[in-house]
């Protein structure tokens, strides 16, 4: 018999979530109508921030954000050499300059004195570091309140990207922040692409605490149009509307939120099903621990485990090389298994196009150190019990040869 295919993610799509959709589809807004504010009030919910505008993609919401942080031609920003491309170019489409900062190779999360390094190559360049993105890498939440610490100090907006991220928390003061929540980031991302916590197809949203960034990316979002009165220079009749900037049209329709609303109710349940999963494979890979160890998740942080990257033990004085070659023969075992790994992510440095465009410099360790070894492990909420304990006997059984 043939075994059950494994992707590395994989969407969750009910009945009822199918049936809001059609709901929608029979209704009278495709697009701009109720249901994206609906879908607003829940991504804003359960970030725990005021505000929420939900835009086409993640992509979208970074680029949205960094507008709205004024990123432009003269000015940089810094993000983790770790991540979705996405991350970086949303700084390039704003017309910014990007630098990406080194991460630590245990969590894969971005090393803030390298960020500090990068923004000080970016004023030897004469730009100044408008924004830090750090990203929430797997799901657990990088180190929020030291990136803050520094923007304060170089007067630039933390945009946390929090793609990976909804529905975890870290412990800060004695408190729990949430991913999102703005407590010491001035915007937040997410995206709703299928493999993430909870999907609308394609779609993504910022949020902010900030009432002005809120305002400013409702307008970016469509064409830079307004209709509201206060906003407005003059008014010409009820039909008036004005374009006040250069925006986008980064809209999200009625029917995507229909199913991003149905599948916001069932995120908590997501996130515990992924946690139970990932701490299957903890305790499953304890027993191989010598040749393989789970990404460290940072001490306070509750990850939401978007995704669950295991990474091999380098041997003593092994080459970056040789543990690649190990990676890839363990890769191709798990394949030959009908489990689909995924390795997140190639740095973005070694990308030819940052290479092209000079944008690759620094020192990346750390990326290369982490890059070399990891590979993503099937999680999914549908998986079950025994799905894990599969991957895992064809990993014991693959670094066994
Ligand atoms: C860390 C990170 N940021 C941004 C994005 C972009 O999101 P989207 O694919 O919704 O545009 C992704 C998507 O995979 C991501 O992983």
């Not at 009945?15 to 697009?31: F, P």
């Not at 307004?226 to 986008?248: F, I, M, V």
């Not at 033990?313 to 543990?323: F, G, M, N, Q």
Request: charged content about 25%.
């Amino acid at each position: 018999m043939s075994q059950r295919l494994l992707p590395y993610g994989r969407q969750l799509i009910d009945d009822d979530d199918v049936a809001a959709v059609v709901e929608t589809l029979r209704g009278d807004w495709l697009t701009q109508g109720p249901t994206v504010a609906r879908f607003e009030g829940a991504v804003a919910e359960v970030a725990g921030a005021r505000y929420a505008v939900a835009v086409a993609s993640g992509t979208a919401a970074l680029h949205l954000a960094c507008l709205a942080a004024g990123v432009r031609a003269g000015v940089g920003g810094v993000t983790s050499d770790i991540t979705f491309v996405a991350s970086a170019n949303a700084i390039r489409y704003a017309g910014g300059a990007p630098r990406l900062a080194d991460v630590d190779p245990e969590t894969a999360l971005v090393r803030v004195d390298s960020m500090r390094a990068a923004a000080n190559d970016l004023a030897r360049a004469g730009q100044a570091t408008r924004v830090l993105i750090p990203v929430d890498f797997s799901g657990a939440i990088a180190d929020l309140p030291a990136v803050r610490a520094l923007a304060d100090e170089l007067g630039a907006i933390v945009i946390e990207d929090a793609a990976h991220s909804l529905g975890a928390s870290y412990e800060h003061d004695g408190r729990a922040h949430r991913a999102g929540s703005g407590s010491h980031a001035h915007m937040a991302i997410f995206s709703f692409h299928p493999v993430k916590h909870v999907t609308t197809c394609e779609g993504g949203a910022i949020v902010t605490n900030d009432e002005g960034a809120y305002r400013e990316l409702l307008e970016l979002r469509t064409h830079g149009i307004t209709k509201d009165p206060a906003r407005l220079t003059r008014n010409e009749g009820p039909w008036y509307y004005e374009q006040r900037t250069l925006g986008y049209h980064y809209r999200i329709t009625d029917v995507q939120c229909a199913l991003g609303l149905s599948q916001m109710r069932k995120a908590a349940r997501f996130v515990e099903r992924r946690r139970e999963l990932a701490a299957r494979y903890d305790r499953a890979l304890a027993a191989l621990a010598d040749r393989i160890v789970p990404l460290r998740v940072r001490p306070g942080v509750t990850s939401s485990y978007h995704l669950y990257v295991a990474r091999l033990v380098p041997r003593d004085r092994e080459a970056l090389e040789s543990v690649a070659a190990r990676r890839l023969a363990l890769y191709t075992a798990l394949r030959e298994a009908a489990i689909l790994p995924q390795v997140h992510y190639i740095p973005v440095h070694r990308q030819p196009d940052f290479v092209a465009s000079g944008l690759s410099g620094g020192v990346f360790d750390g990326a290369e150190r982490y890059y070399a070894g990891c590979l993503s492990l099937p999680l999914f909420p549908a998986m079950e019990d025994a799905d894990v304990d599969r991957v895992v006997d064809v990993i014991a059984t693959a670094l066994a040869r």
